[in-house]
């Protein structure tokens, strides 16, 4: 009975420590290197790249990928 309650409460150690660094490590990203646009037929690259809101340099831009595509 006492190995049991000692072992749940290390299983719950285990999993709040875990549910706690999930955001932390998602947070973490290398910065966007380089934009290429591709597929383009009537629209100069230039013009494309001025209405995006991701930029070079920029770590963790998901959201802003969704909104400027």
Do not use: H, N, W
């Not at 990203?29 to 290429?36: C, K, L, S, V």
């Not at 690259?45 to 070079?56: I, K, W």
């Amino acid at each position: 009975m006492i190995f049991s309650r000692f072992l749940s409460r290390i299983l719950f150690c285990l999993m709040a420590f875990a549910l706690l660094s999930a955001p932390a490590r998602a947070e973490i990203g290398e910065p966007i290197e380089f934009i290429r646009v591709e597929g383009t037929q009537r629209v100069e690259d230039e013009t494309v790249m001025a209405y995006m809101l991701v930029r070079e340099g920029l770590k963790d831009a998901a959201d802003l990928v969704d909104q400027s595509v």
